[in-house]
């Protein structure tokens, strides 16, 4: 059974506190592996797509790394803004998205 | 606009009221979906439509029933819901279902739900 799990369930870091949030799957077929941004009563935001292991991408103080069983999403020196709950999904060899519950940053200035 | 947009933000309803959401995507894209999204769970896939045409109907309930008049508009009607019925629900919108590169499925804010 297609399967995503993301830990920690919660996390709060002091502002300049790197720290990485995990997102582990088991998938029949990898199409895509997706991290989403989702503030408080906002739809989702898309960060990454990340296709094979070993790829990475970049944006700002953020970087998702793939491996075939785990994507790790490394924030690096965070800022209060980057509060959010951070949400992983990955795509079978479909069109359906399997979504994790999500991991809720909390950074303190 | 730009985006995926979602009307009304919030709406509050009583369980015999019929009522109906409203998604729009400014995107050019020929897939929409519906999510509903409750506190500590996965997004749950509802309806996907593909130029206009169903394609998943994800064993849910009839007293949700969408609407898609062309690839740019989705709905989802609402009669005689359920107070478990509340949620967050969300529209989004992807090129087509084939997946890959650019094929990322983007999100509208939601409508907040309550079913009183």
């Known amino acids: 059974e297609d399967q995503v799990t993301q830990s920690p369930e919660a996390l709060r870091l002091q502002e300049g506190e790197s720290s990485s949030l995990n997102c582990s799957y088991t998938?029949?077929?990898?199409?895509?592996l997706f991290w989403y941004r989702q503030d408080p009563g906002k739809g989702p935001e898309f960060l990454f797509t990340?296709?094979?292991a070993g790829e990475e991408k970049e944006k700002e103080r953020l970087k998702a790394t793939l491996t075939k069983k785990e994507s790790f999403l490394h924030i690096t020196a965070p800022k209060p803004e980057d509060s959010a709950t951070y949400l992983c999904?990955?795509?079978?060899?479909?069109?359906?998205?399997?979504f994790g519950t999500g991991t809720r940053l909390k950074v303190l200035a | 606009e730009t985006g995926v947009t979602q009307t009304p933000r919030h709406l509050v309803m009583g369980m015999t009221n019929k009522k109906s959401l409203k998604c729009e995507q400014h995107?050019?894209?020929?897939?929409m979906y519906w999510y509903k999204q409750s506190a500590k769970k996965p997004l749950e896939l509802m309806f996907v439509?593909?130029?206009?045409?169903?394609?998943e109907n994800n064993s849910v309930p009839s007293r949700f029933s969408p609407e898609c008049p062309n690839s740019s508009h989705l709905f989802l009607h609402l009669h005689t819901l359920q107070p478990e019925d509340s949620a967050l629900y969300l529209c989004?919108?992807?090129?087509?279902?084939?997946?890959?590169?650019?094929?990322?499925?983007?999100f509208g804010p939601g409508t907040r739900l309550t079913v009183l």
């Open positions: 989004a919108s992807s090129q087509d279902l084939a997946g890959g590169p650019h094929n990322e499925q983007f």
């Open positions: 990340l296709y094979s």
């Open positions: 439509y593909n130029f206009k045409e169903q394609t």
């Open positions: 995107l050019g894209h020929n897939a």
């Open positions: 998938v029949s077929g990898l199409r895509g």
């Open positions: 999904a990955v795509q079978p060899p479909a069109y359906k998205y399997i």
